[in-house]
């Protein structure tokens, strides 16, 4: 390897690291400055608590041993309206795809469906599955499923016209254009949907949690509420960017394994 | 020679929602076992419109196409249409698995043509990690893989840069020459027919009619560089470019 190569190679890995320390730095000195707006008064504990409160809540809450469980709790909420969504989308995604007319004639319902306010259906989730994780996971199917079931559809419909054309000239069947074809060169919108779908179901578990949930983060944050222990609130809204975060640097690790040739 | 493809009154018409459009009218083409011809003609004049009615691809259309039944045809396109997420290698025996015939004896054949191509080297690469012209090689093995009797090659050189396109061009004219194909080839450009062909059609703007057909007779027809040095080369550009409805277009 040439000297400036390796100096090239030097260079983005500095420019890697300096992107590193600084994102550290910004995150610190948003958290001192947190604490010391806390500890001078100026701006309310009560209502901001600060990081340091937030620690001790969270060593009470390990203590109490409803830490791991809240965590626990709306991961598997996550992790079942997360597989049920994109597993429904795709497939329903298929279903309009191969069934064009059905996709004419469902799309103004699906738009329709895709900007109702899914809250305002809380209640009669309720009344239909109780006051259960059934709920919760329904919420969150509600809030995510329409969007994958237009995202993926819409990477059916984008594929390649002349790799199209070349499948039709090979005297390909319908199951091999689909296999060979349609689902491979959709990887990169499927693997999107899976951002927003992330994103999506942890809005409507929370939302779920914040209806009929007896544990899970969303809870912790309502019951914080009640108690005026906002300690808990800010607690929850913490654990849910880290637990965001971490989801979606697992999809884009996901994503550089599975689209690394495109 | 005997005719490996008859076109016969051959018609086409799209019917969009601005009205009806005209592309094709009464097309008459005779296409012999081993003869290469041209089809050149104004930009959306329906040359592709064409090819997919010989390759089966479109069969809404008047006129009748006369060929046999187990023709084997294979289509290259402007893009070379290969797979992202395949291996180049994968991507080469891509048609030969659609259509189940991966043979062992398919497979020498492919390993001889990545041989030829000297693009053995590069059979676990991807094609992101290669050149527009290597690309179209392997598009090119990929046609060739499937051993077919009649070519159809809709524009394959375009995308190309002009150095490219004359070496591809040229391997993909030694090929079909050794191996006695019989090739359609649509191409905008002049001299690319002229180079490649015994025979250039020239067809007209919309609806498009033959407004003529020019035999090409090169003595020298071991290349295509060897065709261009030929003295009739340029009487046979003046004759396509008189024909050709390039001011209307």
Redesign the interface.
Known sequence: MSAEQKKFLKDIKIKKVKVIIAQILLLSIFLLLWEFLVNKGIISAFIYSSPSRIIKTIIELIKNHNFFIHIYVTLKEVFISFVLGISLGFIIALILFEFKFLAKVLDPFLTMLNSLPKVALGPLIIIICGANIKSVILMALLINLIVNIITIYNGFTGV?E??L????????SKW?ILT??VI??S?QTIITSFKLCISLTLIGVIMGEFLVSKEGIGYLIVYGKQVFNLNYVMTGIILLSIISYILYRLIIILENKLLK?? | MSNLLELEDITKDYHTKLGEVKAIKNINLNIKKGEIISIVGPSGCGKSTLLSIISGLDNDYKGKVKKNKDLKIAYMLQSDALLPWLTIYDNAILGLKIKKNLTEEAQKYVDYLFDFYKLSEFKESYPKNLSGGMKQRVALIRTLSLKPDLLLLDEPFSALDQQSRLLISDDVYKIVKSEHKTVILITHNIEEAISFSDRVVVLSKRPSIIKNIVNIDFKNQESIYERRKDTNYHKYFDLIWKDLDINEC
Do not use: E, W
């Open positions: 390649d002349y790799i054309k070349l499948f039709k000239s090979l005297g390909a091999q060979k074809l491979p060169s990887y040739h495109l």
